[in-house]
């Protein structure tokens, strides 16, 4: 059965995500979602509502006229997860297709995806989609220089979504995209007026994947704070799987906890099209098997996002790794080309 999508939209305090998930309940393209919310009074959407369901243990339910099923999380995420899908299951509330959730403005978002890996029922049920960080264009510069919140925040997203762009003065803009393009090399930022951004937004992982791809940069990433670092690695030759796995096991088991965001578009030895990796810390997505390559050369991106790392020595011990073990990857033992889940998994 197929796993729906659960996208994360998160932002640092008042930098707009009720106003952008406003907008969402309301747009009847995504009438077809559940939306989890942290109160639901901040959404204003009670003159909307045609049923309230039975609160169970973790969610109050309400469903709008659109079919839109917004919640809000009493309890715990897990408990409320469950709890949502077997609503959908029983047919209490419309057959969603698709789940948005919304952080407090103080979260760090990664913890929301280690959730659907680590539980054995929703990992069955959903599947990591987007992570959706909103900025504010007047006060984002200076809150991604004050609060390690922000720039986490802003490291783990797959979409960036610059709000206040009206009446932000031009120069301050493109400092705090500067700033942006700085802290998560390769995503780019978005105007929240921008027509059709909540298309963009909700794209399904393939298609995310894809836009990542084809946006990537190419060049090395410049750094930004002394704590958050970057890096942007590249390689001519196709790479060998096996080696690359167990090195990437090897670098999340020992330092997971720094490595803010993983992003890469591989050109794999005997693969014929490219293979899209995104990780936050010791999770890593399924790799993603593109259709085709981007327009370009076909090599293989990397982009690294860590705390308190030399990111140098990221980039220094993988062309190392690879160089050593490459010629022997059919070496490896069986189950090494897998992917890392969890600390310490290959």
């Known amino acids: 059965m197929d796993r729906l999508p659960l996208h994360v939209l998160t932002g640092f305090l008042g930098s707009g995500k009720t106003t952008l998930l406003n907008r969402l309940v309301r747009d009847p393209e995504f009438s077809d979602s559940a939306v989890l919310i942290n109160e639901i009074g901040a959404v204003s959407i ?71 890996v680590g539980d054995p029922q929703l990992r069955h049920k959903f599947e990591a989609g987007t992570v959706i960080a909103t900025i504010d264009a007047l006060h984002g510069l200076s809150q991604s220089e004050q609060f390690v919140e922000c720039r986490k925040q802003i490291a783990a997203a797959d979409r960036l979504v610059l709000t206040k762009t009206d009446i ?15 802290l998560n090399p390769g995503t780019q930022a978005m105007d929240v007026n921008a027509p059709g951004i909540l298309t963009h937004l909700l794209a399904d992982p393939v298609q995310a994947a894809t836009a990542w791809a084809a946006d990537h940069v190419h060049g090395p ?105 490459s010629d022997t990857a059919d070496g490896w033992s069986n189950g090494a080309h897998r992917l890392p889940v969890v600390s310490g998994a290959a």
Not at 301 to 309: E, G, N
């Open 168 to 182: 932000a003065e031009p120069d301050q803009l493109a400092r705090t995209i500067d700033a942006l393009g700085r």
């Open 221 to 325: 990433a410049p750094n930004h704070t002394a704590d958050i670092r970057a890096v942007a690695i590249t390689f001519d030759q196709p790479i060998e799987w096996s080696p690359f796995a167990v090195w990437l096991s090897l670098l999340l088991h020992a330092h997971g906890d720094r490595v803010l965001r993983i992003k890469a578009l591989l050109n794999v030895k005997d693969w014929p099209t490219p293979v899209v990796l995104h990780g936050i810390h010791h999770l890593i997505h399924p790799p993603t098997h593109l259709p085709g390559w981007p327009a370009g050369p076909r090599h293989s991106r990397l982009v690294f996002i860590a705390k308190d790392i030399d990111v140098g020595l990221i980039e220094a011990s993988l062309r190392l790794f690879l160089a050593v073990h």
């Open 46 to 116: 009670d003159h909307h509502l045609v049923d309230r369901i039975e609160p169970g243990d973790g969610l109050d339910v309400v469903v709008l006229q659109g079919g839109c099923t917004c919640c809000t999380v009493r309890g715990d995420l897990v408990a409320a997860l469950r709890e949502l899908y077997q609503s959908r299951t029983d047919g209490l509330v419309p057959p969603f297709r698709r789940v948005v959730l919304e952080t407090t403005g103080l979260a760090d978002p990664a913890p929301i995806l280690f959730t659907l």
